[in-house]
C-alpha cells in the first residue's frame, strides 16, 4: 500500500505564488508517475500537471507557463510550484501515484490519490 500526504496549501493573493509537496511511503517501488489534480467548489475534478520518473512533464493548458510539477525520486516527493496565481487556480489540489503507465493525464489511470491540500487565491 502507498500513502501520499499533501502539504503548502494556503491562502494566496492573485499574482503571488506557493509551492505544494507531496510525501508518498509504503511500497512505492520505482518507475512510477506522480501528478496533481484539482477540484473547485462545484466543478469537477481535473488534471493539473504530471511528471514521469525521468522526468517528462505535461501540463493543462490553463496552467501551462505558470506552473512547474518536479520530484526528488531519493524522497518519493513530487512538488507543484505555483506562480502567478489566479483566482480561478482555487481549489483542493490531489497528488497522484500511477504505477501503470509512464505518463498519463487520466483520472481512471491513477492508482493512489492523497487526500488533498486547499488553495485559496484571493482577488
Known amino acids: 500500500q502507498v500513502q501520499l500526504v499533501e502539504s503548502g496549501g494556503g491562502l494566496v493573493q492573485a499574482g503571488g505564488s506557493l509551492r505544494l509537496s507531496c510525501a508518498a511511503s509504503?511500497?512505492?517501488?520505482?518507475?512510477?508517475?506522480m501528478g496533481w489534480f484539482r477540484q473547485a467548489r462545484g466543478k469537477e475534478r481535473e488534471f493539473v500537471a504530471v511528471?514521469?520518473?525521468?522526468?517528462?512533464?505535461y501540463y493543462a493548458d490553463s496552467v501551462k507557463g505558470r506552473f512547474t510539477i518536479s520530484r526528488d525520486n531519493g524522497k518519493d516527493t513530487v512538488y507543484l510550484q505555483m506562480n502567478s496565481l489566479k483566482p480561478e487556480d482555487t481549489a483542493v489540489y490531489y497528488c497522484?501515484?500511477?504505477?501503470?503507465?509512464?505518463?498519463?493525464?487520466?483520472?481512471?489511470?491513477?492508482?493512489?490519490w492523497g487526500k488533498g491540500t486547499l488553495v485559496t487565491v484571493s482577488s
Open positions: 497522484t501515484l500511477d504505477r501503470g503507465h509512464y505518463i498519463s493525464r487520466y483520472q481512471g489511470d491513477m492508482d493512489y
Open positions: 509504503g511500497r512505492t517501488f520505482s518507475g512510477y508517475s
Open positions: 511528471i514521469s520518473w525521468s522526468g517528462f512533464t
